[in-house]
């Protein structure tokens, strides 16, 4: 572990928040309708970000800067390198459409979403209460903005101003539980938290009460049920671009965040912050899935498999540190970074297939907009069902070997109340093949309902099929993956 590097633990966010300044004034000269030097600029920023974190990351060093404050490690550098390349595939696959709705008349587009990434870089590598907290503030700032581009549309004015009214409420929660756990410890830095938390020289009263608002905030983040209810409006009412956008990256920071606050900061309060996260868990898979099968619009469907997904998520961080036993502590918190990542992997191919089926004055976000899609064309067709059944968990995908990842770290703990999510979480996945497993259906037994031709540009579908490839070869191969994560994860704990 390393001290007083500063600079070189910021480097990426660094390097970030310049480009995006020099993006924003380039772009003033911009005229091009698919802004192609704005859009080159911002693919070299980001893929040069993806290879500096890379980097960073194989040294395996655990690197602290600005007093403390701010930390470099394999796991932050791995989820700031994944977000990357994240917003890579999403601003490919999201150029034409925006280009067709008249969003790329500025390059508000590229500059806010590279202004979003530094919100989660600093999110991931936040060792502070407040730094965690602005670096949130710039994510959800820059989101409310992005999911109101398309200034035209009502829907889309709805479902920013709900967005905002929500996430705002979801901060203060959030706010106001790191301040009691200030008053509680005396110390914003997680470091100092937990030592004062492992001495017991704390009020243990005004502690607890700040950790049930702490995870309350960290639920609207992840979007946990009952703190869901912004999801389905902002999904289904934000232009798809932007719907991919909050949907994808943001759940690396949002699981690097629970991993900061309630692991590195609060780990010997497990016992109470795991059984808030059951309890989350199971209403998110319960909601999250029974509501999914009425649902005809497809992001809006979406929205509700991601609620449940989540109860995926929170599972892994209820099987840590099982009853006192760190022994599963690596296990568990490994499993839930390698679903966080594979689940941002599949996600950025259902929406990449959405947006290529879109065009001027059409979205193709109803289930009935899919029909015969294979005949129309095989390739999106075969890209959908693999999508598909890898949120619901058919093997040989990477979707299965995620949720059994998850499982067996529940399983491994051999407590009963574990046991018994696991039980519930496989009959959840049952109940919510069915929504999936419709999507298959209507693309590749119903009879096609459109017969516009479909156009995408060719840097699109091959970022696409590469795309869905990786949801197949990961599921296949995971231990590439999955070796990545444990030693991430166990580099938290040296």
Not at 304 to 309: A, D, E, N, P
């Amino acid at each position: 572990m390393i001290d007083n590097l500063s600079w070189v633990v910021a480097y990426p966010e660094i390097l970030l928040l310049i480009m995006a300044c020099v993006i924003a004034l380039v772009d003033l000269g911009v005229k091009t309708p698919l802004r192609t030097v704005t859009h080159f600029l911002s693919m070299l920023t980001l893929g040069g970000l993806a290879v500096l974190l890379a980097s960073y990351a194989q040294t395996g060093q655990t690197i602290y800067g600005f007093g403390g404050m701010v930390v470099s490690d394999p796991m932050g550098n791995w989820l700031k390198c994944f977000a990357s390349i994240s917003l890579m595939a999403t601003l490919v696959y999201g150029r034409n459409y925006a280009a067709s709705r008249d969003m790329l008349r500025g390059g508000e587009l590229y500059t806010l979403s590279l202004f979003a990434l530094l919100g989660i870089f600093v999110m991931i590598s936040g060792h502070n209460f407040l730094v965690i907290y602005l670096g949130l503030e710039m994510l959800t700032l820059s989101s409310y903005a992005l999911v109101a581009m398309n200034r035209d549309n009502a829907r889309s004015t709805e479902a920013a101003m709900k967005y905002f009214v929500l996430g705002a409420l979801a901060s203060g929660f959030l706010l106001y539980g790191m301040s009691m756990m200030y008053g509680a410890t005396g110390s914003l830095d997680l470091a100092r938290v937990l030592e004062v938390i492992s001495s017991g020289q704390h009020n243990k009263q005004v502690l607890i009460l700040g950790v049930v608002f702490v995870v309350t905030g960290l639920a609207f983040k992840l979007g946990a049920v009952p703190f869901h209810m912004w999801i389905p409006d902002v999904y289904q009412g934000a232009p798809t671009v932007v719907t991919l956008l909050i949907g994808a990256a943001p759940k690396l920071a949002a699981f690097a965040i629970v991993m900061r606050l309630l692991v590195e900061g609060m780990l010997p309060l497990s016992i109470d912050w795991q059984q808030m996260m059951a309890v989350l868990a199971v209403g998110s898979l319960l909601i999250g899935n029974l509501a999914a099968i009425a649902q005809t619009n497809l992001k809006r469907m979406l929205a509700f498999s991601t609620i449940s997904q989540m109860g995926f998520l929170l599972l892994a961080f209820v099987a840590g540190n099982a009853g006192g036993n760190y022994s599963n502590t690596t296990n568990a918190y490994s499993a839930g970074m390698f679903y966080a990542v594979t689940y941002v992997l599949t996600t950025l191919a259902t929406f990449g297939v959405i947006m290529m089926l879109s065009r001027r004055d059409f979205e193709s976000e109803e289930l009935a907009d899919l029909a015969g899609l294979n005949v129309r064309s095989p390739v999106l067709a075969g890209i959908m069902a693999i999508c598909m059944f890898s949120l619901a968990g058919i093997p040989p995908l990477v979707g299965f070997y995620g949720k059994l990842a998850v499982l067996q770290a529940l399983i491994t703990s051999g407590l009963s109340v574990h046991i018994g999510l696991a039980i519930f979480a496989v009959l959840m996945s049952l109940i919510g093949a069915f929504y999936y497993l419709r999507v298959v259906k209507v693309m590749y037994f119903d009879a096609p309902t459109q017969t516009a031709s479909i156009e995408a540009p060719a840097d699109a579908r091959a970022v696409l099929s590469i795309n869905g490839l990786l949801v197949l070869i990961l599921g296949i191969v995971p231990s590439s993956l999955m070796t990545l994560c444990s030693q991430a994860i166990a580099g938290l704990f040296r």
